[in-house]
Protein backbone atom coordinates (compact mmCIF):
# COMPACT_ATOMS: atom_id res chain seq x y z
CA UNK A 1 0.00 0.00 0.00
CA UNK A 2 1.16 3.54 -1.35
CA UNK A 3 2.19 6.09 1.78
CA UNK A 4 0.34 9.15 1.41
CA UNK A 5 2.99 11.50 0.18
CA UNK A 6 2.34 15.00 1.12
CA UNK A 7 4.98 18.19 -0.18
CA UNK A 8 4.47 21.40 1.55
CA UNK A 9 0.82 20.19 2.88
CA UNK A 10 -0.17 18.94 -0.57
CA UNK A 11 -0.96 15.36 -1.19
CA UNK A 12 1.82 13.69 -3.48
CA UNK A 13 0.16 12.06 -6.36
CA UNK A 14 1.67 8.91 -7.10
CA UNK A 15 -1.24 7.16 -9.03
CA UNK A 16 0.43 7.43 -12.36
CA UNK A 17 3.79 5.58 -10.93
CA UNK A 18 1.76 3.57 -9.29
CA UNK A 19 -0.18 2.23 -12.48
CA UNK A 20 2.64 1.97 -14.76
CA UNK A 21 4.31 0.05 -11.79
CA UNK A 22 1.60 -2.71 -11.54
CA UNK A 23 1.76 -2.78 -16.01
CA UNK A 24 5.33 -3.12 -15.72
CA UNK A 25 5.35 -5.87 -12.86
CA UNK A 26 3.31 -8.12 -15.59
CA UNK A 27 5.95 -7.45 -18.38
CA UNK A 28 9.34 -6.94 -16.91
CA UNK A 29 10.72 -9.03 -13.85
CA UNK A 30 10.04 -7.52 -10.74
CA UNK A 31 8.84 -4.38 -12.98
CA UNK A 32 11.80 -3.09 -13.59
CA UNK A 33 15.19 -3.47 -15.65
CA UNK A 34 17.40 -3.72 -13.39
CA UNK A 35 17.01 -4.73 -9.38
CA UNK A 36 17.67 -2.08 -7.54
CA UNK A 37 15.23 0.25 -9.31
CA UNK A 38 12.35 -1.88 -7.60
CA UNK A 39 12.86 -0.39 -4.08
CA UNK A 40 13.05 -3.81 -3.10
CA UNK A 41 15.02 -3.08 0.30
CA UNK A 42 13.36 0.58 1.22
CA UNK A 43 10.01 -0.73 0.46
CA UNK A 44 6.98 1.28 -1.69
CA UNK A 45 6.46 1.67 -5.25
CA UNK A 46 8.94 3.06 -7.63
CA UNK A 47 8.44 6.30 -9.04
CA UNK A 48 8.52 6.17 -12.73
CA UNK A 49 10.64 9.15 -14.12
CA UNK A 50 8.77 11.28 -17.05
CA UNK A 51 12.32 13.49 -17.50
CA UNK A 52 15.51 14.88 -15.67
CA UNK A 53 16.54 18.61 -16.05
CA UNK A 54 19.76 19.61 -14.15
CA UNK A 55 20.00 18.58 -10.67
CA UNK A 56 16.35 17.30 -11.00
CA UNK A 57 14.07 14.84 -11.87
CA UNK A 58 10.55 14.43 -12.48
CA UNK A 59 8.03 11.46 -12.10
CA UNK A 60 4.82 10.79 -14.29
CA UNK A 61 2.74 12.65 -11.85
CA UNK A 62 4.84 15.47 -12.34
CA UNK A 63 6.19 15.57 -9.11
CA UNK A 64 9.75 17.26 -8.77
CA UNK A 65 12.53 15.96 -6.80
CA UNK A 66 16.03 17.23 -6.37
CA UNK A 67 17.86 13.78 -7.80
CA UNK A 68 21.20 12.34 -5.53
CA UNK A 69 20.87 8.92 -7.80
CA UNK A 70 22.13 10.64 -10.74
CA UNK A 71 21.22 7.63 -12.66
CA UNK A 72 23.69 5.74 -10.28
CA UNK A 73 26.49 8.16 -11.36
CA UNK A 74 27.17 8.83 -15.32
CA UNK A 75 25.62 12.55 -14.81
CA UNK A 76 28.06 14.24 -13.25
CA UNK A 77 26.97 17.21 -15.20
CA UNK A 78 23.24 17.07 -13.86
CA UNK A 79 20.44 15.78 -16.38
CA UNK A 80 20.14 16.64 -20.20
CA UNK A 81 23.31 19.29 -20.11
CA UNK A 82 23.04 21.63 -23.17
CA UNK A 83 25.88 19.71 -24.85
CA UNK A 84 25.65 17.08 -23.75
CA UNK A 85 22.30 16.62 -25.65
CA UNK A 86 23.44 19.22 -28.57
CA UNK A 87 26.59 16.69 -29.04
CA UNK A 88 23.88 13.76 -29.60
CA UNK A 89 20.99 15.33 -31.59
CA UNK A 90 24.25 16.43 -34.06
CA UNK A 91 25.90 13.11 -34.24
CA UNK A 92 22.30 11.38 -34.64
CA UNK A 93 22.10 13.16 -37.88
CA UNK A 94 24.96 11.28 -39.21
CA UNK A 95 23.51 7.86 -38.42
CA UNK A 96 23.23 5.88 -34.95
CA UNK A 97 25.79 3.41 -34.95
CA UNK A 98 28.29 2.26 -38.08
CA UNK A 99 29.79 -0.71 -37.16
CA UNK A 100 33.12 0.54 -38.22
CA UNK A 101 35.75 2.41 -36.21
CA UNK A 102 34.79 6.24 -36.68
CA UNK A 103 36.97 9.14 -35.40
CA UNK A 104 34.84 9.94 -32.25
CA UNK A 105 36.67 6.96 -30.51
CA UNK A 106 39.64 8.43 -31.16
CA UNK A 107 38.72 11.85 -29.83
CA UNK A 108 36.70 10.14 -26.29
CA UNK A 109 40.07 8.04 -25.99
CA UNK A 110 42.17 10.84 -26.23
CA UNK A 111 40.69 12.71 -23.53
CA UNK A 112 40.46 9.45 -21.21
CA UNK A 113 44.26 8.21 -21.42
CA UNK A 114 45.46 12.09 -21.51
CA UNK A 115 43.52 11.84 -17.90
CA UNK A 116 44.70 8.48 -16.78
CA UNK A 117 47.83 7.63 -18.51
CA UNK A 118 48.12 3.97 -16.72
CA UNK A 119 45.72 3.38 -19.75
CA UNK A 120 48.15 2.96 -22.51
CA UNK A 121 45.36 1.46 -24.48
CA UNK A 122 42.30 0.85 -24.20
CA UNK A 123 39.22 -1.12 -25.64
CA UNK A 124 35.36 0.75 -25.17
CA UNK A 125 32.44 -1.82 -24.79
CA UNK A 126 28.88 -1.17 -23.89
CA UNK A 127 28.49 -1.44 -20.01
CA UNK A 128 30.66 -1.68 -17.14
CA UNK A 129 29.88 -5.31 -17.19
CA UNK A 130 31.74 -5.88 -20.51
CA UNK A 131 34.39 -3.85 -19.31
CA UNK A 132 35.15 -5.86 -16.07
CA UNK A 133 34.58 -8.83 -17.64
CA UNK A 134 37.30 -8.38 -20.45
CA UNK A 135 39.58 -7.20 -18.33
CA UNK A 136 39.58 -10.14 -16.17
CA UNK A 137 39.63 -12.78 -19.03
CA UNK A 138 42.54 -10.66 -20.49
CA UNK A 139 44.30 -11.08 -16.96
CA UNK A 140 43.38 -14.30 -17.00
CA UNK A 141 45.33 -14.62 -20.39
CA UNK A 142 48.49 -12.70 -19.82
CA UNK A 143 49.21 -14.56 -16.46
CA UNK A 144 48.02 -17.96 -17.57
CA UNK A 145 46.15 -18.67 -14.46
CA UNK A 146 42.26 -19.09 -13.24
CA UNK A 147 42.07 -17.70 -9.90
CA UNK A 148 40.78 -13.72 -9.12
CA UNK A 149 40.26 -12.34 -5.97
CA UNK A 150 37.78 -9.81 -4.92
CA UNK A 151 35.98 -7.92 -1.95
CA UNK A 152 33.07 -8.59 -0.01
CA UNK A 153 30.40 -6.39 -1.18
CA UNK A 154 32.29 -5.28 -4.45
CA UNK A 155 30.17 -4.78 -7.25
CA UNK A 156 31.93 -5.07 -10.60
CA UNK A 157 28.84 -5.82 -12.69
CA UNK A 158 27.23 -9.07 -13.91
CA UNK A 159 29.74 -11.39 -15.55
CA UNK A 160 29.22 -14.97 -13.70
CA UNK A 161 32.93 -15.44 -11.79
CA UNK A 162 32.28 -11.56 -10.48
CA UNK A 163 29.03 -11.90 -8.90
CA UNK A 164 30.38 -14.05 -5.73
CA UNK A 165 29.02 -11.67 -2.85
CA UNK A 166 28.64 -9.06 -4.30
CA UNK A 167 27.32 -5.65 -3.40
CA UNK A 168 24.88 -3.22 -5.02
CA UNK A 169 21.78 -5.30 -6.39
CA UNK A 170 23.22 -7.87 -4.69
CA UNK A 171 23.80 -7.10 -1.29
CA UNK A 172 20.21 -5.14 -1.84
CA UNK A 173 18.66 -8.07 -2.55
CA UNK A 174 20.34 -9.58 0.57
CA UNK A 175 21.76 -12.67 -1.98
CA UNK A 176 24.74 -14.56 -1.20
CA UNK A 177 25.83 -14.81 -4.71
CA UNK A 178 23.43 -15.32 -7.91
CA UNK A 179 22.09 -18.56 -8.50
CA UNK A 180 22.90 -20.15 -11.97
CA UNK A 181 26.61 -19.27 -11.35
CA UNK A 182 28.76 -23.00 -11.88
CA UNK A 183 29.83 -23.79 -8.92
CA UNK A 184 33.16 -24.11 -10.42
CA UNK A 185 33.17 -20.76 -11.67
CA UNK A 186 32.39 -19.90 -8.51
CA UNK A 187 35.22 -21.78 -7.12
CA UNK A 188 37.71 -19.31 -9.35
CA UNK A 189 36.58 -15.99 -7.43
CA UNK A 190 38.29 -15.68 -3.92
CA UNK A 191 37.03 -13.12 -1.26
CA UNK A 192 38.78 -10.81 1.04
CA UNK A 193 37.41 -8.08 3.38
CA UNK A 194 37.99 -4.50 2.09
CA UNK A 195 40.52 -2.80 3.73
CA UNK A 196 41.62 -6.15 5.32
CA UNK A 197 45.19 -6.69 3.71
CA UNK A 198 46.37 -9.42 5.91
CA UNK A 199 43.50 -11.39 4.64
CA UNK A 200 44.81 -10.85 0.80
CA UNK A 201 48.49 -11.87 1.73
CA UNK A 202 47.15 -14.91 3.46
CA UNK A 203 44.75 -15.48 0.07
CA UNK A 204 48.22 -15.13 -1.77
CA UNK A 205 50.06 -17.59 0.25
CA UNK A 206 47.56 -20.33 0.02
CA UNK A 207 47.02 -19.84 -3.49
CA UNK A 208 50.67 -18.75 -4.63
CA UNK A 209 50.72 -19.24 -7.91
CA UNK A 210 47.23 -19.47 -8.99
CA UNK A 211 45.87 -15.67 -8.52
CA UNK A 212 45.55 -14.05 -12.01
CA UNK A 213 44.48 -10.53 -10.50
CA UNK A 214 42.89 -8.72 -7.85
CA UNK A 215 39.77 -6.65 -8.95
CA UNK A 216 38.98 -3.89 -6.49
CA UNK A 217 36.65 -0.39 -6.57
CA UNK A 218 39.42 1.90 -5.67
CA UNK A 219 36.75 3.57 -3.65
CA UNK A 220 34.16 1.55 -2.57
CA UNK A 221 30.55 2.25 -4.16
CA UNK A 222 28.41 -0.70 -3.75
CA UNK A 223 28.71 -1.75 -0.12
CA UNK A 224 27.34 1.75 0.49
CA UNK A 225 30.63 4.38 -0.31
CA UNK A 226 33.45 3.00 1.61
CA UNK A 227 36.98 4.65 1.35
CA UNK A 228 40.47 2.89 1.48
CA UNK A 229 42.15 2.95 4.56
CA UNK A 230 45.87 4.22 4.51
CA UNK A 231 48.34 1.58 2.36
CA UNK A 232 44.99 -0.58 1.29
CA UNK A 233 45.75 0.25 -2.09
CA UNK A 234 49.50 0.74 -2.07
CA UNK A 235 49.40 -2.54 -0.23
CA UNK A 236 47.36 -4.33 -3.00
CA UNK A 237 49.90 -2.55 -5.16
CA UNK A 238 52.61 -4.31 -3.98
CA UNK A 239 51.45 -7.78 -3.32
CA UNK A 240 50.08 -8.10 -6.66
CA UNK A 241 53.81 -7.37 -8.61
CA UNK A 242 55.47 -9.20 -5.94
CA UNK A 243 53.11 -12.24 -7.18
CA UNK A 244 53.11 -11.68 -10.58
CA UNK A 245 49.00 -11.01 -10.75
CA UNK A 246 47.91 -7.91 -12.08
CA UNK A 247 45.98 -4.99 -9.97
CA UNK A 248 43.10 -4.38 -11.91
CA UNK A 249 40.85 -0.95 -10.27
CA UNK A 250 37.05 -0.46 -11.30
CA UNK A 251 36.99 2.91 -12.10
CA UNK A 252 33.14 2.37 -13.56
CA UNK A 253 32.03 4.49 -10.65
CA UNK A 254 35.16 6.66 -9.59
CA UNK A 255 36.68 7.38 -12.80
CA UNK A 256 36.65 11.24 -13.67
CA UNK A 257 33.79 11.34 -10.35
CA UNK A 258 36.22 11.14 -7.38
CA UNK A 259 38.75 13.30 -9.65
CA UNK A 260 39.90 14.23 -12.97
CA UNK A 261 42.19 11.28 -13.37
CA UNK A 262 39.73 9.18 -11.28
CA UNK A 263 40.87 7.07 -8.05
CA UNK A 264 44.50 6.22 -9.09
CA UNK A 265 45.47 9.82 -9.46
CA UNK A 266 43.91 10.86 -5.73
CA UNK A 267 45.24 8.05 -4.41
CA UNK A 268 48.73 8.30 -6.38
CA UNK A 269 48.89 4.60 -7.56
CA UNK A 270 48.67 2.73 -10.82
CA UNK A 271 47.18 -0.13 -11.49
CA UNK A 272 47.98 -2.30 -14.29
CA UNK A 273 44.07 -2.23 -16.15
CA UNK A 274 41.34 0.00 -15.04
CA UNK A 275 37.97 -0.52 -15.90
CA UNK A 276 35.96 2.74 -17.03
CA UNK A 277 31.68 3.37 -17.42
CA UNK A 278 28.97 5.54 -16.92
CA UNK A 279 30.67 9.45 -16.49
CA UNK A 280 32.72 8.55 -20.04
CA UNK A 281 29.46 7.95 -21.65
CA UNK A 282 27.48 10.91 -20.32
CA UNK A 283 24.72 8.76 -19.95
CA UNK A 284 25.12 6.66 -22.72
CA UNK A 285 25.61 2.95 -22.89
CA UNK A 286 29.62 2.75 -22.87
CA UNK A 287 32.03 0.95 -20.44
CA UNK A 288 35.80 0.80 -21.26
CA UNK A 289 38.94 -1.26 -19.99
CA UNK A 290 42.88 -0.19 -20.69
CA UNK A 291 46.05 -0.12 -19.07
CA UNK A 292 49.71 -1.35 -19.93
CA UNK A 293 50.06 -2.16 -24.24
CA UNK A 294 52.03 -5.53 -23.51
CA UNK A 295 48.72 -6.43 -21.68
CA UNK A 296 46.39 -4.88 -24.26
CA UNK A 297 47.77 -6.43 -27.14
CA UNK A 298 46.38 -9.68 -26.44
CA UNK A 299 42.94 -8.19 -27.19
CA UNK A 300 41.39 -9.71 -30.88
CA UNK A 301 41.97 -9.19 -33.53
CA UNK A 302 45.85 -8.48 -32.50
CA UNK A 303 45.73 -10.95 -30.14
CA UNK A 304 44.43 -14.40 -28.97
CA UNK A 305 42.16 -12.49 -26.07
CA UNK A 306 38.61 -12.25 -27.79
CA UNK A 307 35.84 -9.87 -26.74
CA UNK A 308 33.93 -8.07 -29.68
CA UNK A 309 30.69 -5.63 -29.67
CA UNK A 310 28.07 -4.73 -32.28
CA UNK A 311 27.83 -1.19 -30.38
CA UNK A 312 30.80 -1.02 -28.76
CA UNK A 313 32.36 3.12 -30.16
CA UNK A 314 29.31 4.09 -30.83
CA UNK A 315 28.96 7.53 -32.28
CA UNK A 316 26.37 8.73 -30.56
CA UNK A 317 27.61 7.31 -27.12
CA UNK A 318 31.01 8.28 -28.01
CA UNK A 319 30.11 11.66 -28.78
CA UNK A 320 27.88 12.19 -25.63
CA UNK A 321 31.26 11.06 -23.39
CA UNK A 322 33.82 13.77 -25.23
CA UNK A 323 30.99 16.06 -24.58
CA UNK A 324 30.62 15.64 -20.94
CA UNK A 325 34.47 15.41 -20.17
CA UNK A 326 34.90 19.05 -22.36
CA UNK A 327 32.32 20.38 -20.09
CA UNK A 328 33.52 19.25 -17.20
CA UNK A 329 37.16 20.34 -18.18
CA UNK A 330 35.27 24.18 -18.83
CA UNK A 331 34.35 24.27 -15.35
CA UNK A 332 37.03 25.69 -13.03
CA UNK A 333 37.86 23.69 -10.29
CA UNK A 334 35.01 21.41 -11.04
CA UNK A 335 36.19 18.59 -8.35
CA UNK A 336 36.63 21.59 -5.69
CA UNK A 337 33.01 22.78 -6.02
CA UNK A 338 31.51 18.91 -6.15
CA UNK A 339 33.77 18.66 -3.02
CA UNK A 340 32.45 21.78 -1.07
CA UNK A 341 29.01 20.94 -2.13
CA UNK A 342 29.60 17.52 -0.25
CA UNK A 343 31.03 18.71 2.57
CA UNK A 344 28.18 20.90 3.02
CA UNK A 345 25.91 18.04 2.38
CA UNK A 346 28.31 16.08 4.93
CA UNK A 347 28.28 18.87 7.38
CA UNK A 348 24.27 19.66 7.29
CA UNK A 349 23.61 15.64 7.69
CA UNK A 350 25.76 15.77 11.12
CA UNK A 351 24.53 18.95 12.65
CA UNK A 352 20.47 17.26 12.09
CA UNK A 353 21.83 14.04 13.23
CA UNK A 354 23.46 15.34 16.69
CA UNK A 355 20.00 17.95 16.74
CA UNK A 356 18.09 14.84 16.44
CA UNK A 357 20.01 12.93 18.33
CA UNK A 358 20.08 10.30 15.64
CA UNK A 359 23.21 7.84 15.22
CA UNK A 360 24.36 8.28 12.07
CA UNK A 361 27.95 8.79 10.36
CA UNK A 362 28.67 9.56 7.01
CA UNK A 363 31.27 7.96 4.59
CA UNK A 364 32.22 10.43 1.53
CA UNK A 365 34.79 10.97 -1.19
CA UNK A 366 33.72 13.97 -3.47
CA UNK A 367 30.87 14.05 -4.93
CA UNK A 368 29.73 10.50 -3.79
CA UNK A 369 28.59 9.56 -0.19
CA UNK A 370 26.48 7.20 1.77
CA UNK A 371 24.83 7.91 5.04
CA UNK A 372 24.48 4.60 7.51
CA UNK A 373 22.46 4.89 10.76
CA UNK A 374 24.72 3.72 13.09
CA UNK A 375 27.97 4.91 15.26
CA UNK A 376 30.30 2.20 14.15
CA UNK A 377 32.76 3.37 11.54
CA UNK A 378 32.27 1.46 8.21
CA UNK A 379 35.33 0.16 6.87
CA UNK A 380 34.06 -2.88 5.00
CA UNK A 381 30.82 -4.65 4.22
CA UNK A 382 30.47 -6.48 7.23
CA UNK A 383 29.79 -3.74 9.09
CA UNK A 384 27.56 -1.86 6.37
CA UNK A 385 25.43 -4.61 7.15
CA UNK A 386 25.11 -3.77 11.17
CA UNK A 387 23.91 -0.10 9.81
CA UNK A 388 20.37 0.52 10.53
CA UNK A 389 18.19 -0.83 7.12
CA UNK A 390 14.81 0.00 8.34
CA UNK A 391 16.06 3.47 9.74
CA UNK A 392 18.06 4.03 6.34
CA UNK A 393 14.09 2.93 4.72
CA UNK A 394 12.33 4.87 6.32
CA UNK A 395 14.94 8.25 5.86
CA UNK A 396 14.68 7.41 2.42
CA UNK A 397 10.80 7.95 2.38
CA UNK A 398 11.11 10.76 4.51
CA UNK A 399 13.29 12.64 2.12
CA UNK A 400 11.00 11.81 -0.63
CA UNK A 401 8.12 13.50 0.89
CA UNK A 402 10.27 16.29 0.83
CA UNK A 403 10.99 15.65 -2.95
CA UNK A 404 14.74 14.67 -2.30
CA UNK A 405 15.39 11.29 -3.94
CA UNK A 406 18.32 9.40 -2.61
CA UNK A 407 19.41 5.80 -3.75
CA UNK A 408 16.56 3.27 -2.95
CA UNK A 409 19.27 1.21 -0.80
CA UNK A 410 21.56 1.30 1.81
CA UNK A 411 24.43 -0.22 -0.04
CA UNK A 412 24.40 2.09 -3.07
CA UNK A 413 25.95 5.65 -2.94
CA UNK A 414 24.53 9.37 -3.44
CA UNK A 415 25.74 11.97 -6.46
CA UNK A 416 26.43 15.42 -6.22
CA UNK A 417 26.35 16.80 -9.59
CA UNK A 418 27.56 19.98 -10.79
CA UNK A 419 24.20 21.26 -11.27
CA UNK A 420 23.67 21.08 -7.68
CA UNK A 421 23.38 24.48 -6.46
CA UNK A 422 24.36 25.84 -2.95
CA UNK A 423 20.65 26.40 -2.42
CA UNK A 424 20.18 22.87 -3.12
CA UNK A 425 22.28 21.81 -0.63
CA UNK A 426 20.43 24.06 1.80
CA UNK A 427 17.24 23.14 0.85
CA UNK A 428 18.36 19.20 1.52
CA UNK A 429 19.72 20.08 4.60
CA UNK A 430 16.09 21.36 5.94
CA UNK A 431 14.84 18.39 4.53
CA UNK A 432 17.29 16.33 6.40
CA UNK A 433 16.48 18.28 9.81
CA UNK A 434 12.60 17.58 9.29
CA UNK A 435 13.01 14.31 7.80
CA UNK A 436 15.51 12.71 10.69
CA UNK A 437 13.34 14.04 13.85
CA UNK A 438 10.53 11.53 12.49
CA UNK A 439 12.91 9.08 13.17
CA UNK A 440 12.59 9.26 16.42
CA UNK A 441 8.83 8.54 16.29
P1 LIG B 1 27.06 -1.72 -15.64
O1 LIG B 1 27.19 -3.07 -16.30
O2 LIG B 1 25.82 -1.63 -14.75
O3 LIG B 1 27.17 -0.55 -16.62
O4 LIG B 1 28.34 -1.52 -14.67
C1 LIG B 1 28.62 -2.50 -13.71
C2 LIG B 1 29.46 -1.90 -12.61
C3 LIG B 1 30.80 -2.17 -12.57
N1 LIG B 1 31.60 -1.65 -11.60
C4 LIG B 1 31.08 -0.83 -10.65
C5 LIG B 1 31.98 -0.28 -9.59
C6 LIG B 1 29.70 -0.51 -10.65
O5 LIG B 1 29.20 0.29 -9.68
C7 LIG B 1 28.87 -1.05 -11.65
C8 LIG B 1 27.38 -0.77 -11.70
N2 LIG B 1 26.87 0.10 -10.69
C9 LIG B 1 25.48 -0.13 -10.33
C10 LIG B 1 25.14 0.80 -9.17
N3 LIG B 1 26.00 0.66 -8.06
C11 LIG B 1 24.57 0.09 -11.50
C12 LIG B 1 23.13 0.27 -11.13
C13 LIG B 1 22.30 -0.96 -11.42
O6 LIG B 1 22.81 -2.08 -11.27
O7 LIG B 1 21.13 -0.75 -11.80
Not at 75 to 96: C, E, K, S
Not at 268 to 280: A, R, S
Not at 398 to 403: N, T
Request: hydrophobic share 45%; aromatic share 8%; charged share 20%.
Amino acid sequence: MLRPYKLNGLLMQTQISKHLFETAQNIFPGGVNSPVRAWKSVGGAPRFIARGAGAKIFDADGNEYLDYVGSWGPLILGHAHPRVVAAIQDAATRGTSYGAPCELEIELDKRITQSIPSMEMLRFVSSGTEATMSAIRLARAFTHRDKIVKFDGGYHGHADFLLAKAGSGVATLGLPDSAGVPAAIAATTLIAPYNDLDSVARLFDSHRDEIAAVIVEPVAGNMGVVSPQKNFLSGLREMTRAHNSLLIFDEVITGFRVAWGGAQSLYNIQPDLTCLGKIIGGGLPVGAYGGRRDIMRLIAPLGPVYQAGTLSGNPLAMAAGIATLDAIAAIPNAYAQLDARGAQLEQGLCDGARAAKIPLIINRVGSMMTVFFTELPITNYQFAKTSDMQRYAKFFHGMLERAIYLAPSQFEAMFISLAHTEQDILRTVESVDDALKTLNK
